[in-house]
């Protein structure tokens, strides 16, 4: 290869035993070894090039994009190489990390700051990248909740998957803005019909009908049920409350070596609430789906302060200081 960023996919995928079940196999899809540390680079490169291709944007266009973080970091590194201008625009929700990535890469961060009619900020993001759009000659707007071309970003990845483990009983996904779902899912159901797609969302997002509220936890759950999912072939769906996630990233690290982001955390916690007290007697392989690093997380879930000091209002289930101190 002739640049890091033609590095995507053919990320590894490690194998466990949940809980020395030898009938039950984690298999870890580590999405956060792609170029830029997430999933994202799958869409950011795919849809660019695509777009240059069919000539529906040029060398002069500038890319505008509504992002909690990943998408746009992605973006910004792949912009950059097709020296083209990024504007990303984010709201407060943004960890400090993935912001300083935007503009590392070369992105021009706009950041919204006033909460929609939700109490989340995405539908006002929405809003200003319309006006950024109405402003600037020749823009695009990639629009990752509505663009075709963000699921078709993830049929690798499906691809990918059926190559490398076979047999594939469950795949436990994350959604946000459902590209990731959407490609995935309907690859897999094309090429191995039987297997049953999870989809996980959390708590305050109103994708699959749940009711909103203030989430701390970007990367996953929305403030919008977005269009594209609409193509999705989802078989069932699992909730997670937002310390269930940090609980799980924890977990992850301390049990798998494991350093993931937020939603890698969701999918997780999403297996083990799936399976708990199901009697496993036959051999079950399930693949969980883990998006980004948890570098990108360390002033929040890896922050034993900010977990003291936030978490503990929102939790319903756990004792935060206790776990903190086990």
């Known amino acids: 290869m002739n640049c890091l960023l033609d590095k995507i996919g053919n990320t590894p995928l490690v194998h466990h035993h949940y809980n020395d079940n030898k009938k039950l196999n984690l298999f870890f899809k580590l999405e956060l070894y792609n170029p830029t540390g997430s999933i994202k680079d799958r869409a950011a490169s795919y849809m660019l090039k695509t777009l240059l291709k069919r000539k529906i944007i040029n060398q002069n266009t ?44 070369g992105g021009i961060v706009i950041k919204v700051t006033q909460p929609d009619e939700n109490g989340g900020f995405l539908i006002n993001r929405i809003k200003r990248v ?18 075709p071309l963000n699921a078709e970003a993830y049929h690798t990845l ?11 009983d469950y795949i436990f996904l994350g959604v946000s803005s459902g590209g990731t779902i959407t490609g995935v899912s309907t690859k897999i ?24 509220k203030k989430r701390l936890i970007p990367g996953i759950g929305s403030s919008k049920v977005p269009e594209i999912l609409k193509d999705a072939k989802i078989d069932e769906v699992v909730m997670i409350d937002e310390l269930e996630t940090i609980k799980s990233c924890h977990e992850l690290m301390e049990k798998y070596y494991i350093f993931a982001g937020g939603s890698s955390g969701s999918v997780y916690a999403a ?13 079950v392989n399930v693949v969980a789906i883990l998006a980004d690093r948890g570098e990108r997380y360390t002033n929040t879930i890896y922050n034993e302060e900010w977990c003291k000091k936030y978490i503990r209002e929102y939790s319903k289930l756990y004792v935060l200081e206790e776990e903190l101190n086990n």
């Open 62 to 105: 500038t890319i505008i994009e509504s992002s909690s973080g990943n998408f746009g970091i992605a973006l910004a590194a792949h912009c950059r190489r097709h020296k083209l201008k990024f504007i990303c625009v984010v709201d407060p929700h943004i960890t400090p990390i993935n912001e300083i990535l935007v503009k590392a890469y």
């Open 189 to 212: 159901k094309e090429l191995l019909p039987e297997t049953k797609i999870i989809a996980v969302d959390v708590e305050g997002s109103v994708i699959f009908g749940g009711q909103p």
């Open 271 to 283: 297996i083990k609430k799936y399976f708990n007290g199901k009697n496993i007697n036959k051999s």
């Open 158 to 168: 499906g691809e990918e998957l059926v190559n490398e483990v076979k047999k594939i």
């Open 130 to 147: 319309n006006e950024l759009v109405n402003e600037i000659d020749n823009s695009y707007w990639i629009n990752q909740y509505e663009n």
